[in-house]
């Protein structure tokens, strides 16, 4: 789908898709054109699901938070199947969603879904990879960890990182109107349902508040015309004084919220292979 026909989707028809979530029958995690081809083990943890997709020969290990406003089910198996090709597992994490779950359960599975990872990888070394509302979530987990005895990880990616609930700085709403895709009452809608009563502003909600001292290297994509882009903006800011934590900002111009999954993009094609490389502790060109 093109821009100018993003344009064509009511706002109201993006809200909705946010707070008033469809649901599909449950089912596996991995589809069969995926599970024929790969070694797939799924495993329910807390009131979600995890499923890693291993090749035959694998050089490293994406552990993924996918996208969706907490409220919706997007496995993006078209980019992750990127990942897979370039000989890297993957472990899908199928969190509890809003408005059936909150926060409040959602990043304990989450964190749980992690030690049981690691421990079944034999303790080999991860990369978190998370997608909008899966990339706040990604340093969410990476700020609990900190304090919980579990290795944390070292290399976490995020793709249009959705750090920050409460959304009423200047920068975001001067970007509301040149965003196709994303709409403030949708995401003020989710986030109400995720929060479940809690205070947005709550790093568990909004980790660009939480703690940002030793969170290992930090890869972040962005493009100008995301609604969330001054999040991603500001916590290249803030963290530029933290210990133990560098922020690498890749910004695209021009382009739109989740741009990195859009299939037909140059700049998404050329993603996969950049998160591999760095995720093997290679350097991307500026």
Not at 168 to 183: C, G, I, S, V, W
Not at 231 to 253: F, Y
Request: glycine letters at 10%; one cysteine or more.
């Amino acid at each position: 789908m093109t821009t100018a026909a993003l344009r064509l989707v009511p706002p109201g028809y993006i809200t909705n898709a946010f707070t008033k979530p469809a649901r599909r029958k449950p089912g596996p995690l991995v589809p069969k054109r995926v599970a024929s081809r790969f070694v797939v083990d799924e495993f329910v943890a807390g009131h979600g699901r995890v499923a890693t997709v291993s090749p035959r020969r694998s050089v490293g290990h994406f552990f993924f938070l996918h996208g969706g406003g907490y409220t919706m089910q997007d496995m993006h198996w078209g980019f992750l199947g990127q990942l897979l090709e370039q000989h890297f597992t993957v472990s899908l994490v199928d969190y509890p969603l809003a408005p059936e779950y909150t926060v409040t359960q959602t990043v304990p599975m989450v964190v749980d879904a992690w030690s049981e990872v690691l421990r079944r990888s034999a303790g080999e070394a991860m990369t978190v990879l998370g997608d909008s509302a899966g990339a706040g979530l990604a340093l969410v987990l990476a700020q609990e960890l900190l304090s919980s005895g579990v290795p944390a990880p070292t290399r976490t990616v995020l793709l249009s990182p959705w750090l920050n609930l409460v959304l009423d700085d200047k920068a975001t709403l001067d970007l509301a109107e040149r965003d196709p895709l994303l709409n403030l009452d949708a995401l003020h809608g989710a986030a109400r349902l995720y929060a479940g009563g809690r205070v947005l502003s709550e790093p568990a909600l909004s980790p660009i508040n939480g703690p940002l001292d030793d969170l290992g290297d930090l890869l972040v994509f962005s493009g100008t015309r995301d609604l969330l882009f001054p999040q991603a903006s500001e916590l290249s800011r803030r963290a530029a004084g933290a210990s133990g934590t560098s922020v690498d900002l890749r910004v695209i111009p021009g382009l739109l919220h989740d741009w990195a999954l859009i299939p037909y993009l140059p700049e998404t094609r050329r993603l996969a292979t950049d998160v591999c490389v760095w995720a093997l502790g290679g350097a991307l060109a500026r």
